[in-house]
């Protein structure tokens, strides 16, 4: 079958279906209660968790995963879903064909539509080249770190290479997100992951992400990105953060300063975590 997305609940398949709308994080209320709506089309349950439900006797009420998967069906992105209904299937019993659902609850990271676009494309191959985000807008750049980003955390493979200098092409760094991007892809390759803002670079120096510091990036055409990358770039970055927060119903409550050229930020962070840049 050509399904697109999973339900999963820990290593439970839930099911399956071909398309997800409400993805975009629109907040719904009714009384006291606001919430998002997603709905499932042409859904179909597993028959193993029918199983387990009507041995268990329990509300699909639950924390479950949402997942892109590929091809082979297997999840290549994972979002969490907690979903707020009560709904009691050993009850009133399962669908025996396929059918839309709609489920209230809360989304805990949103959807943008090009990041589903990106996410086709994934399903197929991950990236082979290098630099294959250049041609986006800045926003799209952002729709395609999170795609990276996502992609990589919830892969099983991370390995440590035992390479010390790295090599950044900064041709193409003219943004917030083309910094993660091009970073990613030097020290793991086309589609590579190294971080998606600040706080989540200094974890990656720190072990776990292909590289561990000490070690020396080479950064080619830095003047591109000491250019671009000011105090506005860091600003419209951290007024983009905040409208995604704007959409869930759990509003994030850290964000950075914004309070210095971005470029300058960058350097200072990455040199204080045991990183030598070398500029070309």
């Known amino acids: 079958m050509d399904y697109q997305f999973s339900l999963n609940r820990s290593e439970l398949v839930i099911g399956f279906c071909k398309g997800i709308k409400g993805l975009s994080g629109e907040i719904y209320s009714e009384g006291d209660l606001s919430f998002h709506k997603i709905e499932l089309k042409e859904f179909v349950f597993c028959k193993e968790f029918k199983e387990y439900m009507n041995k268990r006797k329990e509300s699909i009420n639950r924390l479950v995963h949402i997942c892109i998967i590929d091809k082979n069906s297997s999840p290549i992105g994972k979002f969490l879903f907690s979903i707020f209904d009560d709904i009691r299937y050993h009850k009133t019993g399962f669908p025996e064909s396929k059918t839309d659902i709609i489920l209230r609850g809360s989304l805990k990271e949103v959807l943008a539509h090009k990041e589903l676009e990106i996410w086709n494309m994934w399903r197929i191959s991950q990236p082979l080249r290098k630099n294959e985000w250049s041609s986006l807008s800045e926003d799209e750049r952002r729709a395609w770190l999170k795609v990276v980003t996502n992609y990589n955390i919830n892969k099983s493979n991370c390995y440590e290479t035992e390479e010390i200098i790295f090599h950044l092409d900064g041709t193409y760094v003219t943004d917030y997100p083309s910094f993660f991007c091009a970073l990613g ?81 960058l350097v200072e962070i990455i040199k204080n975590v045991g990183v030598t840049i070398v500029f070309e």
């Open 185 to 265: 892809e030097a020290i793991n390759g086309p589609g590579g992951y190294y971080g998606f803002d600040v706080c989540s670079l200094i974890d990656c120096v720190h072990g776990g992400f292909g590289a561990t510091a000490p070690f020396t990036l080479i950064w080619k055409n830095h003047l591109v990105a000491e250019k671009c990358l000011d105090t506005n770039s860091w600003v419209r970055d951290i007024e983009y953060k905040r409208s995604l927060g704007d959409k869930l119903l759990d509003k994030p409550e850290l964000e950075e300063l914004g309070d210095r050229p971005l470029f300058q930020a």
